[in-house]
Each structure stands twice: as C-alpha cells, then as structure tokens.
C-alpha cells in the first residue's frame, strides 16, 4: 500500500512532508531527552529486523498464500510510540531508496500513512488502552490484534483520499476505498494475528521486554504530543475538507493548500507566473494546462467545454517537436559519453 | 524469500556501483539529493495531460546514466518490478474519462490514454531519478547529506544502523530459514506456530545483539552521534550541477519546449 509519486500532486506530498518532518523533529528531541541511548542501536537493529522477518513467511491454509509480519505495530510495542515512528521511518525510506517502493516525493505520505496511524493513533488509543499497565496474555493479544487491523484501515483509508485530493488518478473515491478497505481488512487481520503471536512469544519468555515500555510512556504522555496530534490532524482535516469545497472553484484549492499546509516553498513559483503563463499557453499549449487542481468528477463534467477544438496542427507540432527532444536528449547523452571517453 | 534475497543482492549491486569515481560519484551528496528533490517536485507538479512538458525531463535520468555508465537495463529491470501498483490505479483512467483530447492523423486519443500515458511516464520519472540518485552516492552518502542538511541527528544515526544491520540480519533470517526447510522433508509450507518460534527467536536474538553492540559502542566512547571520516565540500561544481539542472527544470515546467522547438521545425519546412 505505498504511495507512489506517479499518484501524487506536489501540494499533497508536500503537506505530507511537512506533518511528517514534524513529527520525526518532535520523536527526535523526545529520544533526545530520554537519557537511555541504548535505544538508538536497538531501533536501527529493529529496522532491519523488519526487513529480515519478511523472509520467514509462513503458509495461510486453504488460501494457499502466505503471510508475514508487518511493521508499524510490532515497532511501537516494542519501542514506544516516539521510537518506532523513527524506526518506521527508516525502514520507508531505505524501501523507497533502494527498492523504489513509493517514491521520494511520497515518502512523507507513506511514512504518515503507515507510521503515524501504528505509533499515534492505534498505539495509544486502541492497544494501551486495552492492554493497560499490567499486561495478561490475553489483553496483549487482544490488543495487538486489534490495534494492527485498526492502524492499517486508517492507513489505507489515507492512501484512498491522498490519491483522490491528487487528482491524478481517475478512480472515484467510492471504488477505491471500497476496493482498498476489504483488501487492508484481510491483510490486516493476518498482520495483526502475527503481531499479537511474536509478542506473546516474547510475553512468555522475556517478560521484562515489553513491561518497561508500557509503564514508561503512561507517565510522560505530555500536552506537547496533544497539541501537535491535534495540529497535525487539523491540517489533514482542514486540508482535506476545504480542497473538497474548493474542486468547485479550481484555484480556491491551491489557495486552501498554501494557507493550511503551509507548502508555499513548493507551490509559490507557480502562483507567481501563472498568469503570464495562461497567455503564453494559448499560443503554445499542445495538450492545454488543465491545472492538476480539479477533481476528477469535475473533469468530465466540464470537460466538453473546456476542450478548445482539438487543432490537429498544434498537436502534430507537439508530437513531432516531443520526439525531437527525446532524440536531442539521447544525443547530449552520447556527446557526454564520448566527451568522457576522449578525457579517459 | 527469495524477493528479499533478491533485494538484497541488489543492495549489495547498487552499493557496487556506487563505489564508482565518476565525477558525478565524487559529487558532494547534497549536491544530488536536492536536485533530485527539485527535479521530483516539477514533474509531479505538472498536470495530467501534460505529456509534452514531461519529455524534456528525460534528459536528466538519461545523461546521468549515460554519462556515468549506470547499467540502464538494470534500472529498467527495477522500474519494472514496482510498477504494478501505478498501472493497477492509472489503468481505470482510460476507461473513465474518454473524452477525445488529441488528434494525430485520423485517430483521436482520448483524455482517459493520455493522463494514463502521463503517470507512466512520471512514474518511470520519479523512479528513475531516486535509483539513479542511490546508484550514484550510495547509502552512507545520502545519510550524511541529511545530517548535513539538518535533518534530527537520531533518525540518521538510526538510519545508518538499521542500513549496517539490515545485511546481517537478512543473512541470519534465511540461515534459519534455510536450516528448518532442510530438516523438514516433506512439509513444504511453514505453519503458523512454527513461524511464531521463528520469528520469536530472531525478535530476541535481534535485541541481544542490539545490546552487545550498544556495549560494544560505549567502549569506544559512542556519545550519539556517528563520526564519518569523509569529508564533504559543497564547491564550485556541486553548485554547477544543481543550478544548471534546477534552470533546465523550470525552464521545462514552464515553457512547452517540445512544441516550440516543433513550431521551429514545421515553420522551417512547410
């Protein structure tokens, strides 16, 4: 369920970025703080921990597929919240650099979608709650299952509106969240099962594991993580709610995102040329700006009228002078090479 | 299994390559990972149906592989396995929007092909440019990029880490993996609770070794931080490199260079 940054438009994988680079500044000065630095090695080992347990698969019957642990949940009973949101991080982006699993543009969202909802939302809501200070096998089970099923349903209902508010996919909102939830439900139960059966496995032998980390983090649930839960929830919920009113009023959005994201970095060039890059378009465009503002819904209802005739001279201009770049760009790639081997 | 096993050898061949002293593997870090960054975001900012303003971007993965001598049928191998999930969400959109949009000869391509044809195209954009920025600074190379830039010194410590371990442990999961397979002759999938023991012991094998090295580092002196022994200097040609590539981006974001240059052509001959 990684986001990809094909999918993406640049306000969403930028207000991504930014709740996301909050929030691994805000775990950092918390690790920071904590004066046990044992942890830093133990997370890292954790991550590829990750890694390696994809390899153990085992067989789910009748089904004839197979299943292993997931990530996020594991993580935040092991390390806390703080800690394995930095340790889910790394492991996101170890897949996105070297497997290209998601993008880089997209990283920030795959990092909120599957780290945030385990460590912030599932973890302190669902699995402390039922697990409480004094841990049974059958409360850790319950709550392991549980939290894990929850965590992956919330992320996979972000990828759902991520992709939607993108607008570059076609898929209506309804079929996608009714073809992402189903599927997240069974690949949840199966990673929630796994989860709750390594952690009573260590429950059983190494009790002490797990017990410091519950107690730990009750007392220091501070106001600083509230305030930014609800900041960083905000955002999403502003964001998302005003880019629904605005898919109306195209450049109502880009508006909406700058002022509840806070993305100007990214998007500011563009709101400034934008104008003298409409006048420019019409003497130049071969497929006309749409804007990647509009919804998809919008697209088609509107879209017989906002297609100028297609002028097939334009478009042959365009076909002809986009097959000349590619064939310059192959080009400047040999002049380069003989250039270097001329110097060797 | 095998696709970790896989994953990791191709770790262990990225890293490989990049080892190479091209002048772009001598590059300072920074230097690459912010014009990755600059050269994803304008791709991504472009429109849906945009396809001529994303040709140009092709220069940049293309003379970076060319010049320095990247496997290109490797990258495009890797592309291939990851491109399922982009294909599966962009497949639907011919089917949904089929307003005809372009018209080459007699045939019209509806808007649903053209935006489909977009996402792949940014797609293998996007990818290329993250492979290509791994297979020319490696690992290590990026991490000290974003200490450099400020990014928490405990995420990249941790980074480093789990990166170092990754190896060890992978080879220690399928030793274990590869141990039971050959002591259980006819029972050809794992079942549940022997997976649970598995991956039990590998848990708390995991944290004991986390230990020994946590001792191990305080030894010799470990205060949080990781010393690297490699010196960065963002010079005259790291400043070359990122604005030269940042103007060729913008220029292509905003200008249709495709179809200027074939207005120029047609011009010239008809």
Same mark, same amino acid.
């Given at each position: 369920?990684?986001?990809?940054?094909?999918?993406?438009?640049?306000?969403?994988?930028?207000?991504?970025?930014?709740?996301?680079?909050?929030?691994?500044?805000?775990?950092?000065?918390?690790?920071?703080?904590?004066?046990?630095?044992?942890?830093?090695?133990?997370?890292?080992?954790?991550?590829?921990?990750?890694?390696?347990?994809?390899?153990?698969?085992?067989?789910?019957?009748?089904?004839?597929?197979?299943?292993?642990?997931?990530?996020?949940?594991?993580?935040?009973?092991?390390?806390?919240?703080?800690?394995?949101?930095?340790?889910?991080?790394?492991?996101?982006?170890?897949?996105?650099?070297?497997?290209?699993?998601?993008?880089?543009?997209?990283?920030?969202?795959?990092?909120?979608?599957?780290?945030?909802?385990?460590?912030?939302?599932?973890?302190?809501?669902?699995?402390?709650?039922?697990?409480?200070?004094?841990?049974?096998?059958?409360?850790?089970?319950?709550?392991?299952?549980?939290?894990?099923?929850?965590?992956?349903?919330?992320?996979?209902?972000?990828?759902?509106?991520?992709?939607?508010?993108?607008?570059?996919?076609?898929?209506?909102?309804?079929?996608?969240?009714?073809?992402?939830?189903?599927?997240?439900?069974?690949?949840?139960?199966?990673?929630?099962?796994?989860?709750?059966?390594?952690?009573?496995?260590?429950?059983?032998?190494?009790?002490?594991?797990?017990?410091?980390?519950?107690?730990?983090?009750?007392?220091?649930?501070?106001?600083?993580?509230?305030?930014?839960?609800?900041?960083?929830?905000?955002?999403?919920?502003?964001?998302?709610?005003?880019?629904?009113?605005?898919?109306?009023?195209?450049?109502?959005?880009?508006?909406?995102?700058?002022?509840?994201?806070?993305?100007?970095?990214?998007?500011?060039?563009?709101?400034?040329?934008?104008?003298?890059?409409?006048?420019?378009?019409?003497?130049?465009?071969?497929?006309?700006?749409?804007?990647?503002?509009?919804?998809?819904?919008?697209?088609?209802?509107?879209?017989?009228?906002?297609?100028?005739?297609?002028?097939?001279?334009?478009?042959?201009?365009?076909?002809?002078?986009?097959?000349?770049?590619?064939?310059?760009?192959?080009?400047?790639?040999?002049?380069?090479?003989?250039?270097?081997?001329?110097?060797? | 299994?095998?696709?970790?096993?896989?994953?990791?050898?191709?770790?262990?061949?990225?890293?490989?390559?990049?080892?190479?002293?091209?002048?772009?593997?001598?590059?300072?870090?920074?230097?690459?990972?912010?014009?990755?960054?600059?050269?994803?975001?304008?791709?991504?900012?472009?429109?849906?149906?945009?396809?001529?303003?994303?040709?140009?971007?092709?220069?940049?993965?293309?003379?970076?592989?060319?010049?320095?001598?990247?496997?290109?049928?490797?990258?495009?191998?890797?592309?291939?396995?990851?491109?399922?999930?982009?294909?599966?969400?962009?497949?639907?959109?011919?089917?949904?929007?089929?307003?005809?949009?372009?018209?080459?000869?007699?045939?019209?391509?509806?808007?649903?092909?053209? +935006? #489909?044809? &977009?996402?792949? %195209?940014? *797609?293998?954009?996007? /990818?290329?440019?993250?492979?290509? =920025?791994?297979?020319? @600074?490696?690992?290590?190379?990026?991490?000290?990029?974003?200490?450099?830039?400020?990014?928490?010194?405990?995420?990249?410590?941790?980074?480093?880490?789990?990166?170092?371990?990754?190896?060890?442990?992978?080879?220690?999961?399928?030793?274990?993996?590869?141990?039971?397979?050959?002591? +259980? #002759?006819? &029972?050809?999938? %794992?079942? *549940?609770?022997?997976? /649970?023991?598995?991956?039990?012991? =590998?848990?708390?094998? @995991?944290?004991?070794?986390?230990?020994?090295?946590?001792?191990?580092?305080?030894?010799?002196?470990?205060?949080?931080?990781?010393?690297?022994?490699?010196?960065?200097?963002?010079?005259?040609?790291?400043?070359?490199?990122?604005?030269?590539?940042?103007?060729?981006?913008?220029?292509?974001?905003?200008?249709?260079?495709?179809?200027?240059?074939?207005?120029?052509?047609?011009?010239?001959?008809?």
């Amino acid at each position: 369920m990684h986001m990809a940054d094909a999918l993406i438009s640049p306000a969403v994988g930028g207000a991504m970025w930014v709740a996301t680079a909050g929030l691994i500044g805000y775990c950092s000065k918390k690790i920071k703080e904590d004066i046990d630095d044992r942890k830093i090695p133990l997370m890292g080992v954790l991550g590829a921990f990750i890694f390696a347990a994809q390899m153990i698969n085992f067989t789910i019957p009748v089904t004839g597929s197979s299943g292993h642990l997931g990530g996020g949940m594991i993580l935040a009973i092991l390390l806390g919240p703080y800690a394995a949101f930095l340790t889910m991080a790394s492991v996101l982006t170890v897949q996105a650099l070297f497997f290209a699993d998601g993008g880089l543009l997209a990283l920030g969202c795959n990092i909120f979608n599957l780290g945030f909802f385990p460590c912030f939302v599932a973890y302190p809501l669902i699995y402390k709650m039922i697990v409480k200070k004094r841990p049974t096998a059958k409360t850790l089970a319950v709550g392991a299952t549980l939290s894990a099923i929850v965590g992956l349903q919330l992320g996979a209902f972000f990828v759902v509106l991520q992709t939607v508010f993108s607008g570059i996919s076609e898929l209506p909102f309804s079929t996608f969240v009714i073809l992402m939830q189903p599927i997240h439900l069974a690949i949840g139960f199966v990673e929630g099962v796994t989860t709750a059966a390594v952690v009573m496995f260590v429950w059983k032998r190494r009790p002490e594991i797990l017990q410091p980390v519950l107690s730990s983090q009750t007392d220091s649930k501070s106001s600083i993580q509230k305030v930014l839960m609800a900041f960083v929830i905000a955002t999403v919920i502003v964001g998302g709610g005003l880019s629904w009113f605005a898919s109306a009023h195209p450049d109502g959005l880009e508006w909406a995102m700058f002022k509840t994201a806070g993305v100007e970095e990214l998007e500011a060039p563009e709101k400034g040329i934008h104008s003298t890059l409409a006048t420019l378009q019409e003497k130049t465009a071969f497929l006309p700006d749409y804007g990647f503002k509009k919804t998809k819904m919008h697209d088609s209802e509107e879209g017989g009228q906002a297609w100028p005739a297609v002028d097939p001279g334009t478009s042959v201009s365009g076909f002809v002078g986009g097959m000349l770049t590619l064939c310059m760009a192959v080009l400047i790639g040999f002049i380069v090479k003989r250039k270097k081997a001329a110097n060797v | 299994m095998a696709a970790i096993e896989n994953n990791l050898f191709d770790i262990r061949y990225m890293e490989t390559l990049a080892s190479g002293s091209s002048t772009l593997h001598r590059l300072d870090p920074r230097a690459k990972l912010i014009t990755t960054l600059i050269f994803i975001c304008m791709v991504a900012s472009l429109g849906k149906y945009e396809i001529s303003r994303m040709v140009p971007f092709v220069i940049y993965p293309l003379a970076l592989i060319i010049a320095s001598e990247l496997p290109i049928l490797y990258l495009l191998k890797k592309m291939a396995i990851v491109a399922p999930f982009a294909i599966l969400v962009g497949i639907l959109n011919p089917f949904i929007d089929t307003q005809p949009l372009v018209q080459i000869g007699g045939v019209s391509i509806s808007g649903g092909w053209v +935006s #489909f044809a &977009s996402i792949m %195209l940014r *797609f293998a954009l996007t /990818v290329s440019a993250a492979l290509i =920025l791994i297979c020319l @600074t490696g690992f290590n190379g990026v991490c000290m990029a974003l200490e450099k830039l400020k990014v928490p010194g405990p995420f990249v410590v941790q980074l480093m880490f789990l990166y170092r371990y990754l190896f060890v442990l992978i080879e220690e999961a399928s030793r274990m993996v590869r141990a039971r397979s050959l002591r +259980s #002759f006819d &029972s050809r999938g %794992l079942h *549940f609770n022997v997976f /649970v023991q598995l991956l039990g012991q =590998l848990l708390l094998r @995991t944290m004991d070794r986390a230990q020994r090295i946590h001792l191990a580092m305080c030894c010799r002196g470990f205060d949080g931080h990781l010393r690297l022994n490699r010196s960065m200097a963002f010079g005259y040609g790291e400043m070359r490199f990122l604005f030269s590539w940042s103007l060729l981006f913008v220029l292509a974001r905003w200008y249709n260079l495709p179809v200027k240059i074939g207005s120029i052509i047609e011009g010239f001959f008809l």
